[in-house]
Structure formats: structure tokens, C-alpha cells
């Protein structure tokens, strides 16, 4: 019979005014590695913080045996030396600190060289991580750095990283602790369709390596090597079952569209009317790079009005960055021929006027976004385009910003802080912010990232019924075809900082 790795008994977890569980019952045996599934805000991700000891338990109590038995075989361990150092958690956010060590980056210090340069490389933030001591070592920086395929990043700094970048930089970290309980929540968002692709293999060796891993993931993605599924339902885990009698295709969340269509008309055309543009983005011959090393080369590149395009290619293609030359943020655009609204780039428009007719989210926004406004005002704010909410609130936006909340379904969330909702939820706030001004263009950078089944249907179903009601013109980023709106017919492919169709 196997032994316990870990087990979860009876215990009782509240945070903030809220209660996560209840009276919840959970073990892992030695040789069990387990996928976590359920909609958004289910507590998945709860649950995995919980194991790592990020939430006060107030009832009932964790057993961690594989602490125990460390312990037990460990000659020399010093005080204090608890189990968290042998749990590694990926989480969704990334707290990256500068070079001093004494704040976390903002968003837009990635496309300011003088900013980024206060920032690590990938070599030297792996080599500051420690492994467990007084355990044997099996993880080390050429073993990472070869799975997760960083070689050509070494020298890259964490802030120019893109989203899959940083993603593939985190696990690697985790490893090189070399723990005995490895948890990964949603690892597959933000990779590419090759990295996918290739996730098996990297869990089938980290789990070879000893290591026990608990992964939070769609029911459509969950690993080979896993072998016990737990389906989570308003913070109760309602069934547990080997992964060989669990079948995804039963796992389907209702997506029927209950969208208004009037209310969405009536939000669409509350804008007063707005100038016609000949080009929204024109693009010649565009060529950015930092340092030696080119980011993109011959980009050309026409947007026109009402056109909706599909922005794709694989992780480090440079997407993120020929956004930002469009969304105001990348000082690279003077030096380039680019026409944003019919105006030339550094012929005296503001960063402010650009961005005044654009609607923006992607995962580094997310990423940077202040959390201590509420819902509310955190959508409210993309009338002025500002991270969060700086001046009092104004009756009328705020009762539209509401509208936006009931649309994308999230309106319970309106007075409750950005931090202390489940991260589906804030994504889709950010995205109600993007909406709220209607802009003569929206970009969405992997909008769908953390979203359920049913949340990722019903906003593709949003779009393409915003596009059927309006000429607004659309940039859309994914790694996942089934993600892209219907509204969509036009493609740019980039790899390598190249058009390659």
C-alpha cells in the first residue's frame, strides 16, 4: 500500500472576509502526481497556495509526511528549517525585484532600455536560486536551462521577457530548489503550440527526477504522466479519480450565450461619434532592436478600418513588441516609419492621444496592474487610460463601467478589490476596461488566458457581436486557434522578429 506523501484533513481555510474551504479532505501517496480541474474560481489555485502554507488553516491541519521523513534522514539540518522549503509553487504572478533588490518592476520598464537595464538576466537570476540543502542535488543550471530551452535567453534581462518566456524562466527556477513537491497552476497559458506540445516530456522527466507534482489545468490539457484527477466545485473537491477512468469530453461546462444583444448595442453606440481614419496602423520597413540583438526586422505592415487580424507566432517572435509600437509604449517607434491614425509617429502627437483610441489588455498589463482599486474603479480608469483609478469617480462612467461588469458576467465583483478576486476574474475586469471608452481599436493579447471553457466562449461570442455592431477594428494574439473570433480574416505571422506569412 502506498504511503502518504501529504494529507489534508478536515481543515477549514478563510482569507479576508471570505472562506475558501470548508471541512476539506485531500491526500497524495508516494508515486500519485494529480491534475486539479474545475471552472474559474473553483479554488483550484486556492488549493495549491493552501498546500504550500500561503493561507492560515483555522481548522483541522496538513500533514506533510515527505517533511518528516526528510527530516528523519537529514543529519544536519538547520533551525529553523521548515516544509516550505521543499515545495515549489508557480503561480500565475511573477514578483521580480531589481538589481538592489527593493522593488518589483513596472509595465513600462520593459521597452525603456535606461529602466530595463536594472534588471537580471536569465543566467544570473537562475544562479541566485538555492536548492534544498542537506538533499541530494539532481536539478542544476545546465540541466534546467536545457529542458526548459533557456540557453538562447541567458543573457536576455527578466523585464524583456515575453509571457511564455518568463513562464518557462519560473519552472526552471522551481526546479533548481530541487523540491520534493512541485506545484504548477495553469503552466500551460502563455506557452506556445511547439512548448505545449513538448509539456509531456518535461513532466515526464521532473517526475523521473523524484519529484511530485500537483498540477492545476484544463481538463483538455492534462498531462500523460499524471495519474489521479481532482475535480474542485465552489471550494469542495467533489470527486477524486485515477486519471485513467477520467474523461475530458465528460468535463464540458454549459457555454450558452446569454448575451444581450441590445444592452451590448446601446454600450457599443454610447460614444459620441468618431473621425474616420484612412489607415489605423501603417508600418515600413520597422526594425527594433536592443543592444546586437534584433527584435524585429522589415515589418511591413497595414491596418485598416474595421479590419480584424490575427496576430500569431511562437513565444519570443516579438508580438508583444510590435504591439507596443502600436499602444504608445515602446520609444522605438520615433525611430521608425510608422503611421498611427493617420499621423506619423513623433510629428506631435502625445502617447496620451494614441492611446486615448485604443483598448488594451495583455498579460503583462495584467502582470503590472496596480490591484488596490476596486473592480469598479479599475474599469472605470480606462476612460483615462491609467493604471487604476486617480481622481473620484465620476456617477455616469461608473453606472456604464457596472453595464461592462453585467456583460462579461463579473458584476458580483464590482466593490470588492482588484487582489481579492480569482485571476479569471481580474483578466476579465481589465478586458471590460479595454471596452469601456470604445475605441477605435482594440488589442487583445491573449485575452483568454486563465479563463474557463464557458468565460473564454462567452467573450469570443462578446467580440465577434462588437464587431457585428460596430466598424471598430481588432488585433487579436493567441496561441490557440479555437480562441480566435470568428470576426477575424485577416493573419500576420511572426517568428524570429520576421513576417513569415
Known amino acids: 500500500m502506498s504511503?502518504?506523501?501529504f494529507s489534508i484533513n478536515h481543515i477549514t481555510v478563510r482569507y479576508l472576509n471570505n472562506t475558501l474551504f470548508t471541512n476539506l479532505n485531500f491526500e497524495v501517496n508516494h508515486g500519485e502526481q494529480w491534475a486539479l480541474i474545475g471552472e474559474s474560481g473553483s479554488g483550484k489555485s486556492a488549493l495549491l497556495r493552501t498546500i504550500a502554507g500561503g493561507f492560515n488553516i483555522t481548522g483541522g491541519d496538513i500533514s506533510y509526511h515527505f517533511f518528516d521523513e526528510f527530516i528523519n534522514k537529514a543529519t544536519s539540518a538547520e533551525s529553523p528549517?521548515?516544509?516550505h522549503k521543499l515545495i515549489a509553487l508557480v503561480e500565475g504572478r511573477h514578483h521580480f525585484k531589481n538589481l538592489s533588490n527593493t522593488t518589483e518592476f513596472y509595465y513600462q520598464q520593459r521597452y525603456n532600455s535606461a529602466d530595463s537595464e536594472d534588471a537580471l538576466t536569465v543566467e544570473e537570476y537562475l544562479h541566485i536560486i538555492?536548492?534544498?540543502p542537506h538533499k541530494p542535488v539532481y536539478w542544476n543550471f545546465e540541466k534546467v536551462t536545457r529542458l526548459l530551452k533557456l540557453n538562447d535567453l541567458q543573457d536576455k534581462q527578466l523585464i524583456k521577457l515575453s509571457n511564455g518566456e518568463t513562464k518557462r524562466l519560473r519552472i526552471a527556477a522551481a526546479l533548481l530548489k530541487n523540491p520534493a513537491l512541485l506545484l504548477l497552476d495553469n503552466p500551460l497559458t502563455g506557452l506556445d503550440i511547439q512548448t505545449r506540445n513538448e509539456f509531456d516530456l518535461i513532466i515526464d522527466e521532473i517526475i523521473a527526477s523524484g519529484i511530485t507534482v500537483i498540477i492545476a489545468t484544463s481538463a483538455h490539457e492534462i498531462p500523460a504522466a499524471i495519474t489521479h484527477v481532482a475535480i474542485l466545485k465552489e471550494g469542495k473537491i467533489i470527486q477524486n479519480i485515477p486519471k485513467k477512468e477520467f474523461d475530458p469530453a465528460l468535463f464540458i461546462q454549459d457555454s450558452g450565450d446569454e448575451?444581450?444583444?441590445s444592452e451590448l448595442k446601446a454600450l457599443v453606440k454610447a460614444s459620441?461619434?468618431?473621425p474616420v481614419y484612412k489607415f489605423i496602423v501603417k508600418m515600413n520597413g520597422v526594425h527594433v532592436k536592443y543592444g546586437d540583438k534584433v527584435i524585429l526586422d522589415k515589418i511591413n505592415w497595414q491596418i485598416?478600418?474595421?479590419?480584424?487580424?490575427a496576430l500569431l507566432g511562437p513565444n519570443g517572435a516579438g508580438k508583444s513588441t510590435l504591439l507596443s509600437l502600436i499602444n504608445g509604449d515602446n520609444p522605438q517607434a520615433y525611430a521608425n516609419d510608422i503611421i498611427l491614425f493617420d499621423k506619423k509617429r513623433g510629428t506631435g502627437e502625445s502617447i496620451w492621444d494614441i492611446k486615448s483610441k485604443i483598448g488594451f489588455v495583455s498579460p503583462e498589463l495584467h502582470q503590472y496592474f496596480p490591484t488596490d482599486n476596486s473592480c469598479l474603479q479599475v474599469i472605470e480608469?480606462?476612460?483615462?487610460?491609467?493604471?487604476g483609478l486617480f481622481r473620484p469617480s465620476h456617477k455616469t462612467k461608473a453606472e456604464t463601467a457596472l453595464r461592462w461588469m453585467k456583460a462579461l458576467e463579473i458584476e458580483k465583483y464590482a466593490r470588492v478589490l482588484l487582489k481579492n478576486i480569482p485571476a479569471s476574474a481580474q483578466r476579465l475586469c481589465l478586458l471590460a476596461r479595454a471596452l469601456i471608452k470604445n475605441p477605435a481599436l482594440l488589442i487583445f493579447d491573449e485575452p483568454c488566458q486563465g479563463l474557463d471553457e464557458h468565460q473564454q466562449h462567452h467573450f469570443k461570442t462578446l467580440v465577434d457581436t462588437i464587431c457585428g455592431l460596430s466598424n471598430v477594428t481588432l488585433i487579436y494574439v493567441t496561441h490557440y486557434q479555437h480562441e480566435i473570433p470568428d470576426s477575424v480574416t485577416n493573419v500576420l505571422r511572426l517568428?524570429?522578429?520576421?513576417?513569415?506569412?
Open 130 to 132: 538555492e536548492a534544498v
Open 381 to 387: 480608469s480606462g476612460y483615462y487610460d491609467t493604471l
Open 304 to 309: 485598416l478600418p474595421g479590419e480584424r487580424w
Open 3 to 5: 504511503q502518504p506523501l
Open 259 to 261: 448575451i444581450d444583444n
Open 81 to 83: 528549517f521548515t516544509y
Open 272 to 274: 459620441a461619434a468618431k
Open 495 to 501: 517568428d524570429k522578429g520576421f513576417v513569415v506569412s
